[in-house]
């Protein structure tokens, strides 16, 4: 044993046990841990149904994306690697429900019960029957391909809008993007007009609209922002407002008009811009998010290979 091994030990017995971690070299201290708020539900308006927590619903899938409630509350989403649409029955049954289907990503219904699809698979918007049939709605813009339609809502009136950010696709046998900008886009009610309505955001990609449809909310997932439009008669996006300094993957809004974001589990803003709520979610990324259920009571949650859900005290918007 050195001198300098003795004089350590010597040091260490007299200032005893509990001076151990002071006596310790700081190179060797622990590293800090994670804030544990970063992981425990905050939800200080009682978003949430009292004592609910995130559950599993179902898992087994590679990709989660694009949950869309039908009229009586079952909930189809998409498993994008896999080419498959699955349907989550307010029963509690789970089965796919079209596969292939076109590599689709986000999904919406419309008033009469049509599923519409984005099928990034040849970058186009589809309808999808009840029946499984398909209708291609949209598949490019002054004869050149969209980058990649991505998410959607569908107002009152059916006019639709959707965000086309450009990802590129291992599956793709195309180019380079063909468009301009990565925009948003809205398909009249007649499914007759095509326009980019918002053509300044460096990556769109979430978008559902308020309660009312007066409003619709994008998220620039590559900007980190969030932003509240004007909804004009005629299709036309006005008045750009931020709504915060958050991206996101999809998003939906409840009866309150509180905005729902997703990537590390779901966020929750007020209409103000306030952050009201946050619910983890125990995946790498959460995807996409919307309200289902009989009642319209559960959070149903798509992130990564599972899909979730949330029994909530508030109603989806929509």
Not at 141 to 155: F, I
Request: with cysteine; glycine share 12%; net charge positive.
């Amino acid at each position: 044993m050195n001198a300098n091994r003795r004089t350590f030990l010597a040091h260490l017995a007299a200032v005893g046990g509990a001076g151990l971690a002071a006596a310790l070299p700081r190179a060797r201290a622990a590293a800090p841990r994670p804030r544990q708020a970063e992981y425990t539900m905050q939800d200080a308006t009682g978003l949430a149904a009292a004592g609910a927590a995130v559950e599993k619903l179902a898992d087994g899938y590679q990709f989660t994306e694009g949950p869309a409630a039908d009229k009586a509350g079952n909930v189809y989403f998409t498993d994008q690697p896999n080419d498959r649409i699955v349907r989550w029955g307010v029963d509690g049954t789970v089965a796919d429900w079209m596969k292939p289907c076109g590599r689709s990503n986000g999904l919406y219904f419309d008033a009469a019960g049509n599923l519409l699809a984005c099928a990034d698979e040849k970058n186009q918007l589809w309808s999808i029957s009840p029946e499984k049939k398909v209708t291609v709605l949209v598949e490019d813009l002054a004869g050149k391909r969209l980058n990649g339609p991505n998410d959607l809502w569908v107002r009152p009136d059916g006019g639709v809008y959707f965000t086309d950010p450009f990802y590129k696709r291992p599956y793709w046998d195309r180019g380079p993007m063909e468009q301009p900008c990565q925009g948003v886009y809205f398909l009249s009610p007649d499914r007759k007009g095509l326009a980019r309505v918002v053509g300044d955001l460096k990556q769109p990609n979430g978008i559902i609209g308020e309660p009312g449809g007066r409003h619709v909310y994008v998220a620039d997932i590559g900007d980190k922002k969030t932003y509240r439009y004007a909804v004009g008669a005629d299709g036309s996006l006005a008045d750009r407002h931020l709504l915060c300094e958050k991206g996101s993957d999809g998003m939906t809004v409840d009866e309150r008009g509180n905005v729902y974001l997703t990537g590390r589990g779901v966020l929750v803003f007020a209409p103000d811009g306030k952050q009201i709520a946050y619910f983890p979610v125990p995946e790498r990324w959460t995807a996409n998010v919307t309200f289902g259920g009989k009642d319209r009571r559960l959070l149903f949650i798509t992130a990564s290979k599972s899909v979730y859900g949330l029994k909530m005290a508030v109603r989806g918007g929509w």
